[in-house]
């Protein structure tokens, strides 16, 4: 089984870098505001609003900003799991498409805290900065809150 490291707000520091990389995973992918993404192994992600056009280039040049799926993660609200920068509680627009498509899930960055919630029958669960020590790990079909 697939597993993934979720992750947002990721500083361009040595000791961040290394243990991501460290990590056992298949993927990582980031939900936006990683500085220095093109360090880190096997990583795919989407754009955050702190996030340079360099990021962007880069992203798009080496084949992993996601614009469709990573595995069973998507940009598109009506599957199942969709990978969002911003949350339905920050964004009318996110949380437009949350109420439209329904999702089962909506995992999120932009957020300093690690938190699930629901949004009607929508389960909702923020990554929570990598700054902080937080992240989101996938395996074996579910989710577990993590921390380093």
Do not use: W
């Not at 500083?11 to 360090?39: F, H, K, S, T, W």
């Not at 949350?98 to 089962?104: C, D, E, G, R």
């Not at 009607?120 to 929570?128: C, N, P, Q, R, T």
Request: net charge neutral; hydrophobic share 35%; glycine share 6%.
């Amino acid at each position: 089984m697939t597993r993934i490291a979720l992750i947002t707000r990721v500083p361009c520091r040595e000791d961040a870098i290394e243990y991501l990389n460290g990590l056992q995973v298949d993927y990582i992918i980031g939900l936006g505001d990683v500085e220095c993404p093109q360090y880190l192994n096997n990583y795919y992600g989407i754009l955050g609003e702190m996030d340079e056009v360099t990021i962007m280039k880069y992203l798009r040049k080496s084949k992993r900003l996601i614009t469709d799926r990573v595995d069973l993660f998507s940009v598109n609200f009506s599957t199942d799991y969709v990978l969002s920068h911003f949350s339905p509680r920050s964004s009318q627009k996110v949380m437009g498409e949350v109420l439209q498509y329904k999702p089962k899930v909506l995992i999120h960055g932009h957020s300093e805290n690690q938190e699930e919630y629901h949004v009607l029958d929508v389960k909702v669960i923020s990554v929570g900065s990598f700054e902080k020590g937080y992240y989101l790990l996938f395996e074996n079909g579910k989710f577990i809150k993590s921390q380093r």
